[in-house]
């Protein structure tokens, strides 16, 4: 089946730094990935769309110059956090939209992100 | 977006089929179903999608109503690791900029009892 990756898996940081998540489809290609965030016993909710080669799509209420997004290859796209502060302690995943077939979209393990 | 309907949470014996009944009463024409699982502190993994008749793969099956406002998620023999919440998901491939978009509700958690 797809695979996507997604490193690192967990991070500890400390307020005011930068984390950058990299994401990976290995198996296939994907023109869009996506990025969610979820809290603690909360669903997914989406925070913006990455197009290859485009700007990224955010989703209202997500501030892009705080999450910057970039998709620069057909299997690469990137989630930095800048300036992160405890609040955005979460767990971060992306999925990426198989070009082929009927574009069913394969998600990333995760990545845990704890802001001391 | 047509919304879905799942209950909150459902048990299994282990080694016992489920079945997981999503509602779509809104469904339009051009959606698919979709369904994912999640385990515990884990992404989304993909289960079967459909669009109008019944599908089978190796995870699951899905019966589709014939007016498909329902849809159901058979799990022929749950096992432990079947544990997780279930999501149905409808998605429209032909709607513009925000076809390829999921969105996910509060799905069914699913508990298997050994």
């Known amino acids: 089946g797809a695979v996507v990756s997604q490193h690192p898996s967990r991070v500890i940081c400390k307020s005011g730094t930068s984390v950058k998540i990299e994401c990976r489809s290995l198996?296939?290609?994907?023109?869009?990935m996506f990025w969610y965030r979820q809290f603690p016993k909360q669903s997914l909710m989406l925070m913006a769309t990455?197009?290859?080669?485009?700007?990224?799509?955010?989703e209202q209420g997500v501030e892009k110059d705080k999450f910057l997004i970039n998709h620069a290859s057909l299997t690469l796209s990137t989630l930095t956090v800048t300036s992160a502060h405890p609040e955005d302690s979460s767990f971060y995943i992306c999925?990426?939209?198989?070009?082929?077939?009927?574009?069913?979209?394969?998600f990333g393990p995760g990545t845990r992100l704890l802001v001391l | 977006d047509a919304k879905t309907t799942q209950p909150n949470s459902m048990e299994s014996n282990e080694e016992e089929p489920v079945h997981l009944p999503c509602n779509h009463s809104?469904?339009?024409?051009?959606?698919?179903i979709h369904w994912y699982r999640q385990l515990p502190s884990q992404g989304p993994e993909y289960v079967i999608h459909?669009?109008?008749s019944n599908v089978n793969n190796r995870m699951a099956s899905l019966a589709i109503a014939e007016d498909r406002k329902s849809s159901t998620l058979i799990l022929h023999r749950a096992t432990l690791r079947d544990a997780a919440v279930y999501y149905c998901?409808?998605?429209?491939?032909?709607?513009?900029?925000?076809?390829?978009?999921?969105?996910f509700g509060k799905g069914t958690k699913l508990s298997v009892i050994p």
């Open positions: 809104t469904i339009s024409g051009t959606d698919y």
């Open positions: 999925s990426a939209r198989d070009i082929r077939g009927e574009g069913t979209q394969y």
């Open positions: 198996d296939f290609q994907a023109t869009t």
């Open positions: 990455s197009n290859e080669g485009s700007k990224a799509t955010y």
């Open positions: 459909g669009l109008t």
């Open positions: 998901i409808l998605r429209d491939p032909y709607s513009g900029a925000g076809s390829y978009q999921l969105t």
